[in-house]
């Protein structure tokens, strides 16, 4: 079974910190994703990455930055933390999409930023 | 542009009722479509895909090209249905394959 592990469930930040959330992937899946979830506003991806040291921007890349040095690793980067970016993150991972390959998803990351 | 429309933010239902969670796209080409769910604090997972064309956990859903709708059904509704639901279209992007998300139903099934 894929196992995608999120470093924390909660992360209490203050405002202007560089944040890292981590997420690792057992699987070796090629993709990864980062994205946030409010309410009534679903999943918004945020980064991607097809393979090692690739990154793609998502749908709201703004203050954010994404590391893929390895294969099973993808970090996300908030360069100087502000509230509007208290959130729950999510981090998901797939086999390179060719037909139906489903997303796996961690538990999630509720970071609050203060 | 691509789209998927989930238009009830809500649903609520009393237990054994039929369900069914609406989801719409817009998309010319050839949709792969997915529902997701995601139970009270645990991890969003896969529900079901349509090319399985199968049934989980007493849920069906089935691609209406004409309609340009997936709607996720369920026959009779128990209690620990109660979840956020996610339809997702994959689609062609040039070279690539993107995803793109509803904004999702939260569904509640009353005793």
């Not at chain 1, 992360?11 to 979830?37: A, P």
């Not at chain 2, 128990?78 to 040039?94: F, P, R, T």
């Amino acid at each position: 079974d894929v196992k995608v592990t999120q470093s924390s469930r909660y992360l209490v930040k203050r405002t202007g910190e560089k944040v890292f959330l981590e997420c690792v992937q057992d699987m070796d899946h090629e993709n990864m994703f980062w994205y946030r979830q409010d309410p009534g506003l679903g999943l918004r991806l945020i980064y991607f990455s097809y393979d090692v040291k690739m990154k793609e921007k998502g749908d709201i890349p703004e203050g954010y930055s994404v590391s893929r040095e390895k294969k099973e690793r993808f970090s996300l980067i908030l360069e100087s933390a502000s509230t509007n970016q208290t959130s729950m993150y999510l981090c998901a991972s797939s086999l390179r999409l060719k037909g139906n390959q489903p997303q796996h998803f961690g538990d999630g990351t509720r970071l609050s930023i203060l | 542009a691509q789209r998927v429309t989930q238009p009830e933010k809500l649903l609520s239902v009393f237990k054994g009722a039929p369900v069914e969670l609406k989801c719409n796209y817009s998309y010319s080409g050839s949709p792969e479509l997915f529902w997701y769910v995601q139970y009270s604090r645990q991890r969003l997972q896969l529900l079901l895909r349509h090319i399985s064309r199968e049934s989980i956990k007493g849920f069906t859903a089935d691609l209406n090209k004409g309609e340009t709708s997936f709607h996720l059904k369920k026959p009779f509704a128990q209690e620990e249905d109660s979840a956020m639901y996610y339809c997702a279209l994959v689609y062609n992007a040039g070279n690539n394959r993107k995803l793109i998300w509803g904004l999702g139903t939260s569904l509640a099934v009353n005793p």
